[in-house]
């Protein structure tokens, strides 16, 4: 069972990982015109998928 309080950093930590995804995005545009991918995907992904794990 989760905490309030868990359930608030849950929430909080996806939320900068979405701003972080937005902030790479001209990074992750560039690196991929030179062939390297940027997987910040997986890591949205991830903490989207904890944060619905903490609902009730």
């Not at 995804?21 to 030179?34: D, F, Y």
């Amino acid at each position: 069972m989760t905490t309030r309080a868990h359930r608030a950093a849950m929430f909080t930590l996806y939320q900068l990982t979405i701003l972080l995804g937005i902030l790479l995005m001209p990074i992750a545009l560039l690196t991929r015109q030179a062939g390297v991918s940027f997987p910040i995907h997986r890591v949205i992904g991830r903490m989207e998928a904890a944060y619905e794990r903490t609902q009730p």
